[in-house]
């Protein structure tokens, strides 16, 4: 081991977070007490904090490709990772105590990971390996999700709070499926999926409102809506590959954006249509003193009325809409055209040469994943009960398109995970302030460096031989 | 035997800018029959394919197809059309596979349009119909053959990138077999085998021809293969047709002579050593 190297190393990583930290950490600007202007407050104790945990962070990770290192530095780092908010520093320093129990949690997994790690004797490739945990987490995490999701909103510790974080994250969660579809499985690259969560919202918000249809009657309008939007916009784009669709369906997306921020007539402008009616359990309202002639959710099951009730309800529902689309995406992955989605993605010449349409099916993955897109912003808009095109820009396609990437292209149990990373953690991580995002970045940064092909990069043949001899009946 | 024209080529030509990479070629390829289009590296032979399967719209030519499924003139048709309703299913000479899909579901994609018909385009297979189930039994049952044909049955649930070379070969082969064509046209299918594996491809092919009973379009550069099963040869050079004709005649033909050996060559040189001086050429 050459401990000069090893020094050398870690020093280089603290020089870089020195120059990074100093204008980032080192100087806040801050209000002068009674609004005449702001002063610039030093914190240079927090860079040096930030420098000395990234040498020795550094020098762990190092170490731990020496083997004998690996366990005391397990101990180690799985001690200050759970020991440190006993010391209740965070009352004082709350960001660098965060930051070094992240640090330290990261390099307590690498060390357990690289500790416990029987089948890089045997010599098999990372990524294969990789694969075989991903396939084990998808057959068995699943059920357990759908369990867990199905008492979720009885468990003790669920809060209002945390039950709303619930309803957010799983609407992402059918997003993200939604556009799995279209990215995952045909690979055609959208970065403007939100454009048709929008005509789904908006759909829905205007037959609600104008012509005073149900929630259950707008549902399969809206996504009827989105997916002719999709065809719409497919047929002149489809014939383009890789980055040039890309870019036309972000200028699709904000086209969308743009049309409803001005067309003040047709969709309020930018201040949006407020009073979006609320769903109904069949028909009973969920209100304290429902309208003449109708009985609400309470009255009909003789408890006592809460505001709770609607919540816990939307939460079902958009758990049910999610499940839906997972179990259409699964179903449709076995059929011709969902294989014939991930043949597209895979060799578009060799599609051709076996007869198979590129443009129609390319057009039914774009209008399906609309179509998902399109349900979801009906609940969005039912959920909100009010809806502005500010909530349909260009950072929504990137969080959907960052949650299917990240969770590993076509994987549906990786979307639920990388949803809870993305969408749930950030919540969690409040007590980080402004450096809450600094974290996320980070956090992705290193995903991407140990899992470049997502967190569950693993692909389920749709058909196996194996099977289909047993099933020969 | 009477033979059948399967696919005239007539006066078919092809321009890249300033560039003619296949020049006023007329030939016939006759049904259950190989023919061999050869000729040296970039005589064009890659091109016409291209023209023949809609890849590339010739401007002049006409491509007329009389197979079990009826008459085509190609020229006219979408390149996914030729596939699917000509019955013309092509190899490329870089092999184009799904590499992240299983063996088995390479030649299951083969034939989506009949099982797409089948799933009542997807509706009728989402609720699982059982015409649609046995639709899906019978295209694995193909399938089974043709990887038992292999010798592939192992790894039928292997991805195709992870083949070996010469297995991928082969499943190109398959897969495009699994269209259920009238016309196999194959891009150097014995490219970077060894001689077993090409051995091998020459039983398959004959095999292909004399029990599928289909008409074979071959590229191939390599002269064991193309003069031991060709029924029929096509010589190309620069674009040109120098030759057209039994193995025999075109093997003693002075022009294909002087286009694999060059002008200054004089044609006394026998084939044998005419061959042999240009395998060594290549290794
Ligand atoms: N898409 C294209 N654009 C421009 N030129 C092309 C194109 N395709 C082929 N050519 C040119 O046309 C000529 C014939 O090419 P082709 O690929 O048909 O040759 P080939 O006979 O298949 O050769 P090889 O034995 O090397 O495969 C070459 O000069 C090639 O550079
Ligand atoms: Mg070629």
Known sequence: MDVRALLKDAGLAAFVTFMLALPMIGFQTVDVSGGVGITVVTRFGDVAISVVLVFFGRLALSLLQQSNWRLPLLALSAGIALGLPLLKTQAHYPVITWLTVIASAVIAIRAAWLTFDVSGVVGRDESNRMGDAAAFVGRWFGPVFVVFALIFPFLPTTSRYVLDLGILVLTYVMLGWGLNVVVGLAGLLDLGYVAFYAVGAYSYAIIARDFGLTFWACLPLAGLFAAFFGVILGFPVLRLRGDYLAIVTLGFGEIIRIVLLNWTSFSGGPNGISGVPRPSFLGMPFHPNPPEGTTSFHQFFNIDFSAEHRIVFLYYLILVLALVTNFFTLRIRRLPIGRAWEALREDEIACRALGINPTNTKLTAFAIGAMFAGFAGAFFATRQGFISPESFSFIESAVILAIVVLGGMGSQIGVVLAAILLIGIPEFFRELAQFRMLAFGAAMVGIMIWRPRGLLAHRDPSIRLADSAGAGR | ?283
């Open chain 2, 1 to 283: 035997m009477t033979r059948t024209p399967l696919l005239e080529v007539d006066h078919l030509t092809m321009r890249f800018g300033g560039l003619i990479a296949v020049n006023d070629i007329s030939f016939t390829a006759y049904d259950r029959e190989i023919t061999a289009i050869i000729g040296p590296n970039g005589a064009g032979k890659t091109t016409v394919f291209n023209c023949l399967t809609g890849f590339y719209n010739a401007p002049v030519g006409r491509l007329r197809l009389t197979g079990a499924r009826g008459e085509f003139l190609l020229e006219r048709m979408d390149g996914f059309r030729i596939a699917q309703k000509a019955g013309v299913a092509r190899t490329f000479q870089n092999i184009r596979l799904f590499p992240r899909m299983t063996v088995l579901e390479n030649l299951i994609v083969a034939q989506h349009n009949k099982l797409m018909a089948a799933s009542g385009y997807t509706v009728a297979g989402l609720f699982g119909l059982r015409s649609y189930r046995e639709a899906e039994r019978e295209a694995i049952d193909l399938a089974r053959s043709w990887l038992d044909r292999l010798g592939l049955t192992a790894q039928a649930d292997w991805e195709a990138g992870n083949l070996p070379y010469g297995s991928q070969r082969r499943l190109e082969i398959a897969r495009a077999m699994c269209t259920k064509p009238v016309l196999l046209c194959l891009d150097e299918p014995a490219a970077g085998l060894n001689p077993r594996e090409s051995a091998e491809l020459r039983e398959l092919l004959t095999e292909i021809r004399d029990r599928h009973r289909i008409g074979v379009l071959l590229i191939e550069h390599d002269m064991s293969v193309v003069m031991g099963i060709s029924d029929h040869i096509v010589v190309l050079d620069y674009g040109r047709l120098i030759a057209d004709g039994t193995p025999a005649e075109v093997r003693s033909d002075p022009a294909v002579i002087r286009a694999y050996l060059g002008e200054e060559e004089t044609d006394q040189i026998p084939p044998e050593v005419a061959r042999d001086l240009r395998q060594e050429g290549r290794a």
